[in-house]
Nanobody, 122 residues
């Protein structure tokens, strides 16, 4: 499985931004998908996860209400919509995938994209 994140760039605070992660292979719907981010000088943190069909989503508390994860299984893409971005959202954003393990949300992820940089200006 190969993942490629895109959609990052420079955005003004208060706007809107949608990140995409394209996944290779014909078994995209067999993977839970997630988004993470790593701010400069900080650890990589979990943001959101979406289940195989998209019926279940999970968000870390700090992004609830501002971030939305979604997926298009016909196009092998997972999205992360960021509403009202803030300067503190500046980070490299990573998508990740894993097959179901029985736990939700997943605690470990097996496949990672290369990351896309989001810079939010005030």
């Amino acid at each position: 499985v190969q993942l490629q994140a895109s959609g990052g760039g420079l955005v003004q605070a208060g706007g809107s931004l949608r990140l995409s992660c394209a996944v290779s292979g014909r078994t995209f719907s067999s993977y839970h998908m997630g988004w993470f981010r790593q701010a400069p000088g900080k650890e990589r943190n979990f943001l959101a996860a979406i289940s195989l069909s998209g019926a279940s989503t999970y968000y870390t508390d700090s992004v609830k209400g501002r971030f939305t994860i979604s997926r298009d299984n016909a196009k092998n893409i997972v999205f992360l919509q960021i509403y009202n971005p803030k300067p503190e959202d500046t980070a490299v954003y990573y998508c990740a995938a894993r097959r179901p393990s029985g736990s939700w949300p997943p605690s470990e992820w097996h496949y990672w994209g290369q990351g896309t940089l989001v810079t939010v200006s005030s």
